[in-house]
């Protein structure tokens, strides 16, 4: 069974302070997706990982993908109040279609 | 705008009586899914559809029907729902991109 595991999944931090949330999976999959989740509200798509190696920007934060290690890696610079919300990830294996695994979150709360 | 439009947003019902959730996209994707997500257990797939008239179980299916007759709707159904199936229900669609989330159902059965 395939299992995608989040790590902390909670995370209180002062604004200002960086951090990083961890993803680690166990199978190989070429697709990592994050999406963030606000309080009663529906996920949304931040970023799309698709390849060794790759990463992404976008504000304070950043994904990155290590396939070889089953690892993602969502990095907070410098946090600010807006940020807090819950962080997925997905990943989409080979040869199962289209189907998803989400891991289970991460919740952050950033502290003014 | 793209979107996943699902209705409705909250329902409250009791146990054993039918029930449909609806949902529909405009973005002509192929691929629509549906997912429950409870506290501690983050989203689990009920079930999926790779296009019309194909539609495949998930990780959680029992209590739950799904139809896809039309590319753009794919619509849930519980057929004598209990209240083990109260949770936040939310309809996806996946393109190149990854996917496309509806606003989410939060379902209570009593």
């Known amino acids: 069974e395939l299992k995608v595991e989040q790590n902390p999944l909670f995370l209180s931090m002062q604004e200002g302070k960086n951090y990083t949330i961890y993803c680690n999976y166990s199978?190989?999959?070429?697709?990592l997706y994050w999406y963030r989740q606000d309080p009663g509200k529906s996920l949304e798509s931040l970023f799309v990982l698709l390849s060794n190696g790759a990463v992404k920007q976008e504000g304070r934060l950043m994904a990155s993908l290590d396939t070889k290690a089953r690892l993602s890696t969502l990095h907070i610079t410098a946090a600010v109040h807006d940020l807090s919300a819950t962080y997925f990830c997905?990943?989409?294996?080979?040869?199962?279609?289209?189907?998803?695994?989400f891991g289970t979150g991460t919740s952050l709360t950033v502290i003014p | 705008e793209a979107q996943v439009t699902q209705n409705p947003r909250y329902l409250i019902t009791v146990t054993g009586k039918k029930l449909t959730v609806t949902c529909s996209q405009n973005m002509n994707h192929e691929y629509m899914s549906w997912y429950r997500q409870d506290p501690g257990l983050g989203l689990r797939q009920i079930y999926y559809?790779?296009?019309?008239?194909?539609?495949d179980k998930g990780d959680v299916p029992e209590g739950y029907k799904v139809s896809r007759k039309e590319k753009r709707n794919f619509p849930l159904i519980l057929e004598s729902p209990s209240p083990n199936q109260t949770s936040l229900y939310f309809c996806?669609?996946?393109?190149?991109?990854?996917?496309?989330f509806g606003s989410g159902t939060r379902l209570t059965v009593v």
């Open positions: 997905a990943v989409g294996p080979p040869n199962t279609g289209n189907q998803f695994y």
């Open positions: 199978t190989t999959s070429d697709r």
């Open positions: 996806a669609s996946r393109g190149r991109g990854g996917y496309t």
């Open positions: 559809s790779m296009n019309v008239e194909v539609t």
